[in-house]
Structures are given as C-alpha cells and as structure tokens.
C-alpha cells in the first residue's frame, strides 16, 4: 500500500472524528505510524531509501502531539 495513501486516510479519519466529536482518538494515528515503521523496517532490510518515510512518520507524530496538546 502506499505511505502517501496511509497518510492521508487516517488524517481523513482522524479530522472527521474531531469535527463530529470534538476530540480526536490517537488510535488511528497510532495505526498509520505503525505501518509506516513496518514500511521503514522493510525498506531498510531491502537497503532501500526511507527518508521520505520517516518523514511521513514524523508528520503524524506531530499532529498526534497537537492533538493530545489541545485535549488535554
């Protein structure tokens, strides 16, 4: 599957959740970040280029940090 795609389907997901509720749940943030490590992992074993993924990863990091900055 595509990062990019992962990206974007749990920022969907995640924006959906905190404009109907209010609050936004990590657990989909969570998910993406995890696939996009396992997408790391491989990329490294396979000695291929993975800066752009790991810049995926900290952009959902981030958004994960404001998210619980402004819930809590």
Do not use: F, P
């Amino acid at each position: 599957m595509d990062c990019n795609r992962i990206v974007i389907d749990a920022l969907k997901k995640a924006i959906e959740e905190w404009v109907s509720t209010g609050s936004m749940s990590a657990d989909e943030l969570n998910s993406a970040i995890l696939a996009i490590e396992k997408h790391i992992d491989k990329a490294i074993v396979d000695n291929e280029e993975y800066s752009a993924l790991e810049l995926l990863k900290s952009d959902l990091m981030q958004i994960k940090r404001l998210a619980y900055a402004k819930s809590n």
